[in-house]
């Protein structure tokens, strides 16, 4: 198999330590300015995961991220966000981590290298076939979300990847694989850059995408979001403002009376039929 890591060949630029400050982010936002285009040619890959994700998240599944490293962080960052975002459960989105939790914060040496501690962190979690599992790594190389996703597929599971170098072993093991390949990085290497900023945007895709598909959003509107703070209350409040043309003192009761956004608005409308 011909397998090149893009992601690891030599910069683009040199001598970086000489350049003026201003010269080093003009050409970082160059390279950044790239990724959303190598994003738009893996859409059909990432559709093709978002329909999966929606049929079994549907059925009761639920949608595991599994990375090392930036990787796993971002997968983290993903699922935290989502019952915020969407008011869904803690336990739909999960993200394991390689080195589990304290890996957030620091790096677990040689943690990624294991091939029996992502499934056995999967299996944590009781894993079934009713849920789906994406394999988070840039390199496409990493021997923790490797190993999981192979058993996975051993046990019917269905598996998916985000990654950033063509045809990597993630790649070839995951059923439905998301390749961005975003080349060489500004400082070699340093996949944390191009690499992350691509799994961000896919990470995104894939979950915003599959809640609107699921219900948890109405019109463009986050019908469905917690409300954890002053910030989202007044959003809120302003969401039920627009939706039923009324003004903001009731908007504000009627939103503390329910605690949600969708129940506000259903129940105002309900009493008035």
């Known amino acids: 198999m011909n397998f090149t890591k893009t992601t690891e060949q030599d910069s683009n630029y040199n001598h970086l330590e000489k350049m003026p400050v ?26 093709a995961l978002v329909i999966q994700i929606v049929s079994k998240l549907k059925h009761g599944g639920r949608l595991f991220y599994l990375g090392a490293g930036t990787s796993g962080r971002l997968g983290i960052v993903d699922a935290s966000e989502c019952p915020p975002t ?3 459960s803690h336990d739909l989105v999960v993200g394991l981590i390689a ?5 957030i914060r620091k790096a677990v040496e040689f943690a990624e290298d294991s091939t029996e501690q992502g499934w056995k962190d999967l299996q944590a979690y009781n894993i079934s076939q009713k849920d789906v ?13 490797i190993s999981a996703l192979e058993q996975c597929n051993n046990n019917k599971i269905i598996t998916g990847c985000i990654t950033c170098n063509e ?29 992350g900023t691509a799994q961000k945007l896919v990470l995104n895709m894939l979950t915003t995408a ?7 959003v109405k019109g463009n509107k986050m ?41 506000a608005i259903k129940n105002y409308n309900d009493a008035r039929q």
């Open 167 to 195: 045809k990597s072993p993630l790649a070839l093991t995951a059923q439905f694989p998301v390749e961005v390949i975003v080349g060489p990085e500004f400082v070699t290497g340093s996949s944390r850059m191009k690499a």
């Open 22 to 47: 201003s010269k080093l982010l003009k050409n970082i936002n160059n390279e950044d300015k790239t990724v959303p285009l190598a994003v738009e040619k893996a859409l059909p890959q990432i559709e």
């Open 223 to 263: 019908v469905d979001m917690q409300l954890s703070n002053n910030k989202l209350v007044d959003r809120g409040t302003k969401m039920i403002m627009t939706e039923l043309q009324i003004p903001e003192a009731l908007a504000l009761e009627l939103l503390t009376k329910y605690k949600s956004v969708r129940e």
């Open 133 to 145: 599992v994406i394999g988070i790594a840039a390199s496409g190389t990493t021997p923790y979300v």
């Open 99 to 103: 080195g589990g939790d304290s890996a």
């Open 86 to 88: 969407f008011g869904v």
């Open 210 to 216: 599959s809640m609107i598909q699921l219900g948890h």
